[in-house]
């Protein structure tokens, strides 16, 4: 096993494509059920019902839908981009909004300048390194039109030392043991565990989005298990 993760695309490409027929199952298990409950809390408070076009980064299967689809008009259009051609497959397309997914690496996707009333993502943000967190918070300020809002949220290292000891040994020996349970690969969802010790805490993102001009809260989710960052595109 590589003591370091790969930010290649590459990588990070063949790494998902070969977890999706299990990463569903095992990321609510191995979550007990937290990954969904962050998921609706990531977009709790967004002014979806207003939104015309919603674009989802890293959107995998489209699980972050299920947690918009309470909050979004009939008319909205949602925009999905993931970089994994088996995530992107196995995506429910089916549902009260119309859904338009596209395999691209979402830093060199060719995108419209302010075409969004709110960018969100759920559990992407650790397969960036430092450099490519900017290079996404550049994008995330391109897509948003002014007053457009965002909201990210991603599995993290909790402050508390108490906590971070067990919380690390689960990340890099339970999960792997439930990923071979369903017939996963251990070793993916051991690499997984590395991208979250490296990746730490939201902050870093938050700061580079805050360079760029944007007004951004953040958040944290059960003593820092995860944590996230939301915000709006000021319209001076």
Known sequence: MPTQPGYDPKAVRALFDEMAATYGIVNFIASFGFAARWRHQLVEGLPLSDASHVVDLMSGMN??????????????????????????????????????????????????????????????????????????????????????????????????????????????????????LFLGDPANYRLLGVYTQAFGTCHHFAECLRQQGLEVSEVSYFFGCATGVRGIKPHA
Do not use: N
């Open 63 to 180: 699980e972050l839908c299920r947690s918009v689809a309470p909050h979004a008009a009939p008319t909205m259009r949602l925009t999905a981009i993931d970089i994994s051609q088996e995530m992107t497959r196995r995506a429910r397309m089916h549902w009260p909004f119309r859904v338009e997914i596209h395999l691209q690496d979402v830093l060199t996707w060719d995108i419209e300048p302010a075409c969004a009333d709110a960018v969100i993502s759920s559990f992407g943000l650790k397969t960036f390194d430092r450099t490519q967190q900017q290079q996404l918070s550049e994008r995330v300020a391109r897509l948003l039109r002014p007053g457009g809002v965002f909201s990210f949220v991603e599995i993290s290292v909790p402050p508390a030392r108490l906590l971070q000891l067990p919380y690390l040994f689960y990340l890099s020996r339970v999960i792997p043991w439930i990923g071979r």
